[in-house]
Nanobody
């Protein structure tokens, strides 16, 4: 079983950048697909949105259409860490961002993830 801890959130003006980190512990990190999700204000957990994901084999990352070209996900297996570099941030990116982990071949659907961090708040002001 893997434990996840996110960091790096904060308040930023529109057009700015943030880099989120998620450190994993408790199991072999390289075995897990890793995803970044966000839950917008007023949305339920079931409405959590997958924004980026990297498979355990570090294939070409998946990006949700609205963040393609602005967000970059990467992983460092030596540091048990996955990152989300967020550039050109918009007010609609405001949300609590979570990292998630899953095993197996499916990594582009929220339902495939069963390990979660506690989340980090990202607020983008206009």
């Amino acid at each position: 079983q893997v434990q996840l801890v996110e960091s790096g959130g904060g308040l930023v003006q529109a057009g700015g950048s943030l880099r989120l980190s998620c450190v994993a512990s408790g199991d072999t990190f390289s075995r897990y697909n890793m995803g970044w999700f966000r839950q917008a204000p007023g949305k339920e957990r079931e409405e959590r949105e997958l924004v980026a994901a990297i498979s355990w084999s570090d294939d070409i990352p998946y990006y949700e259409n609205g963040v393609q070209g602005r967000f970059t996900a990467s992983r460092d297996n030596a540091k048990n860490t996955v990152y989300l570099q967020m550039n050109s941030l918009k007010p609609e990116d405001t949300a609590v961002y979570y990292c998630g982990a899953s095993r197996g071949s499916i990594y582009v659907y929220t339902w495939a993830y069963n390990y979660w961090g506690q989340g980090t708040q990202v607020t983008v002001s206009s």
